[in-house]
C-alpha cells in the first residue's frame, strides 16, 4: 500500500507539473494570438489607408496633368498675343512711314 500510494504521489507530481507547463503554454499562445490579432487589424487598417493614399495620388497626378496643360496654354497664348503685337506694331510703322 505503501508503494502504491508513492507512486500514486510521484504520478500525481507528474501530471501537476504537466498542468502548469501546458498552463504556461496556453497564457503565451493566447498571448501571441492577441499580438497577432492586433497586427492584423493593424493591416487591414493600413491597407484601407493605402487605398485612400492611392487614391488620392492618381487625384494629385491628374491634377498635374491638367495644370501642365494650362501652363502649356498659357505660354502659347503669351507666345501668340507677342507676335499679334509684333505683327500690329509693324503695320502701324508701315502705315505711319507711308
Do not use: G, P, W
Amino acid at each position: 500500500m505503501c508503494i502504491q500510494h508513492s507512486v500514486d504521489l510521484i504520478t500525481f507530481q507528474d501530471q501537476s507539473n504537466q498542468i502548469e507547463t501546458l498552463q504556461r503554454e496556453k497564457e503565451l499562445l493566447a498571448e501571441d494570438v492577441a499580438s497577432r490579432q492586433s497586427r492584423i487589424d493593424y493591416l487591414q487598417n493600413s491597407t484601407a489607408d493605402r487605398e485612400v493614399v492611392t487614391r488620392l495620388e492618381a487625384r494629385i497626378r491628374d491634377l498635374e496633368a491638367k495644370f501642365d496643360l494650362e501652363q502649356a496654354t498659357r505660354s502659347r497664348a503669351e507666345v501668340t498675343e507677342l507676335s499679334t503685337a509684333d505683327r500690329l506694331e509693324m503695320e502701324l510703322r508701315k502705315k505711319v512711314n507711308n
